[in-house]
């Protein structure tokens, strides 16, 4: 009986740091429909492709790392399960000198960038190059802030407190679109958002501190040095840089070809149906990101029955909210585009989004997956594969950029991510011993409410004339297929006695 009630207390722990992770990430893509425009349209498209360029440089500096941060949320983790908190100590400390000095690294890179290589790296007009140099140089210091706050980020994660994260994410989130908004309201350019990205970093970095502190007294906040410590967890670690690495290719290698290849102005027209598809990735990312530090629990506790619980309950809340976001997306693709940004979004970028909408479909299938594996203690697999796809994005980028220019490139990113539905096959069949595969039961029970929600998608499709109208009739689409799901009796008993206990508990 015990054994049975700590593993319905995981299951509602994990389900409800599923909630929060979602909560904080639908109320960030809240803030980016609010904000994008309005950015879009003062900025200009040059000075906004210069702001999707450094933070695309950014999110480059961030592979320095070597993938320790899902390391460190892994051994911190497994620790934290053992009750070994002195060597949870030594690798919160050994992690702060780490990142410290990978921040220094990288803001060092990122000021050679911005005064010496910025114009010879992108195809930019003569009165952004100050500006884009100034974004670089800061961007550098900000980087050396996130780095620095890093190791206190993954201590929440490693602690299953994802209600906390969501609320500083909601806090951050705000004052940064908050600022955003009033600043090029009143007039102020690239400039002021830049210092205000900064701002918001050097607090980002006092409230972790602290709440790390208080969340767990045990936690001495100094740096250490452990060598033999760091080397385990850099071996560990070496292959979730390459997949890290070969994950910048596919997600960022685009944007920067296509700065280089055909301009930083028609840029724009690429990141921001990016941005959108993007968004539902990282919605099933925020969701099944729980899916690590309870898989190293069960790893950790050898309880390999409940891992393959843990997987097919994952996997099956993945698929209904993937096809839930994915579908509107799609559908509502031109007008989404054309009534939040504008006419000329839309007829240049609506075939893009729809590629991409498909693209990270099937990116977002690889999630669980992912996480299992990386859980179980064995990243070597999602390296290779992730490699293999990058080799083939490169290729395909480097051809269709030039012919199709921001079209080849969503075509490019779409084809190299097919080889992501090879990460489930592996993991059920050789990591989870999983026989059968849940897959095919599981799309049988979704094809009456799939077809519900195209049928409703297209039906409404006709009244999105503004982006009012537009928002609230993908909302509609969006819930239709879930509420299919559950009311018509298709989801599997365990997962509506937990949505039945969640919603009570939320109430």
Avoid at 54 to 67: H, K, P, S, V
Avoid at 309 to 323: D, I, P
Wanted: a positive charge; proline letters at 4%; zero cysteines.
């Amino acid at each position: 009986m015990g054994s049975r009630d700590a593993a319905t207390t995981r299951a509602q722990r994990t389900a409800r740091n599923s909630l929060y992770s979602f909560a904080g990430f639908a109320y960030g893509t809240v803030l980016t429909i609010a904000v994008t425009p309005i950015v879009v349209h003062r900025l200009g498209a040059e000075a906004y492709g210069v702001l999707a360029l450094t933070g695309t440089f950014a999110r480059l500096l961030g592979l320095l790392n070597l993938g320790l941060g899902t390391t460190l949320l892994r051994f911190l983790a497994d620790r934290f399960a053992q009750d070994d908190h002195d060597e949870a100590n030594e690798i919160f400390g050994t992690s702060i000198i780490f990142y410290g000095a990978i921040g220094l690294v990288g803001m060092a890179i990122a000021i050679v960038v911005g005064t010496t290589m910025t114009t010879s790296l992108f195809n930019l007009s003569a009165a952004n190059v100050p500006a884009a140099r100034f974004a670089f140089v800061i961007g550098g210091l900000g980087f050396l802030l996130v780095m620095i706050t890093k190791p206190f980020t993954i201590l929440l994660f490693s602690l299953q407190r994802y209600d906390i994260q969501a609320r500083l994410g909601v806090a951050f989130g705000t004052v940064s679109a908050a600022g955003s908004i009033g600043l090029v309201l009143a007039g102020y350019r690239l400039y002021a958002l830049v210092l205000l990205q900064l701002g918001i970093d050097l607090a980002a970095l006092v409230v972790y501190t602290s709440v790390g502190r208080r969340l767990l007294p045990a936690l001495k906040v100094r740096p250490r040095w452990n060598a033999r410590l760091l080397r385990r967890m850099v071996s560990f670690s070496a292959f979730l840089f390459i997949a890290s690495v070969s994950g910048f290719v596919l997600a960022e290698l685009d944007r920067i070809l296509t700065g280089a290849l055909a301009s930083v102005a028609l840029l724009s027209f690429y990141v921001i149906p990016l941005g959108v598809a993007s968004r539902i990735s990282s919605a099933i990312t925020t969701i099944a990101s729980v899916v690590v530090p309870t898989s190293t629990e069960l790893v950790a506790q050898n309880d390999l029955v409940r891992a393959r619980r843990l997987y097919v309950r994952a996997s099956r809340v993945v698929l209904v909210f993937l096809l839930a976001l994915s579908i509107p997306t799609f559908v509502f693709a031109h007008e989404l585009l054309l009534h939040w940004i504008g006419p000329a979004m839309a007829d240049k970028s609506d075939t893009v989004l729809r590629l991409l909408v498909l693209t990270f479909f099937l990116s977002a299938l690889a999630v669980v997956p992912f996480n299992v594996l990386i859980g179980a203690g064995n990243p070597r697999v999602p390296a290779y594969f992730n490699a293999g796809m990058a080799a083939i994005n490169v290729v395909l980028v480097v051809i269709l950029i030039p012919l199709y220019e921001i079209t080849g490139a969503a075509l490019a990113y779409l084809i190299s991510a097919l080889p992501f539905l090879g990460l489930l096959w592996f993991t059920e069949q050789r990591v989870l011993q999983l026989r059968p595969s849940p897959w095919p039961g599981l799309v049988l029970r979704l094809l009456v409410p799939v077809a519900l929600q195209v049928g409703i998608a297209y039906a409404l499709r006709p009244f999105a004339t503004s982006l009012a109208t537009v928002i609230l009739t993908m909302l509609v689409a969006i819930g239709a297929l879930p509420a299919a799901y559950y009311l018509l009796g298709l989801a599997e008993p365990e997962d509506r006695q937990l949505l039945v206990s969640l919603v009570r508990g939320a109430g």
